[in-house]
Structure formats: C-alpha cells, structure tokens
C-alpha cells in the first residue's frame, strides 16, 4: 500500500511551489488594484465624508 502512495506522490513533486508562486501573483495583483480604488479622488472624497460625519455624530 505504501509503494502505491509514494508513486502516486511522486508525479506532484513541486506543485506547493507553483501554488505558492500564483497565490503570490494573485495577492500582489489584488493589493495593486486595491491600492489604485482607494487612492482615487472620488474614493477618497467617499471615505474623507464617511469620517467626517462620524465625528460629527460622536462629537455632536
């Protein structure tokens, strides 16, 4: 059984890298669109009237 299992094994050698190596493209390519949508003008004048009427609430 265990001859049966190590064959099976040997035909993924590797394939955590490569998944490794996309997931980290994958983020990479998220945080580069996430940094684009949260440094644009309306995103942030969006975001800027979020927090000022938050404090406006809290403050009175």
Sequence with gaps: MSTLVNRLRNGEDGM??????VG???ACGFGGV???LLTSDSVQQ?????VEKAFGV???
Excluded: D, R
């Design 46 to 50: 969006l975001l800027s009237g979020l």
């Design 24 to 26: 980290t493209v994958a």
């Design 34 to 36: 996430l940094y684009q």
């Design 58 to 60: 809290i403050g009175g």
């Design 16 to 21: 955590t890298t490569a998944e490794y190596a």
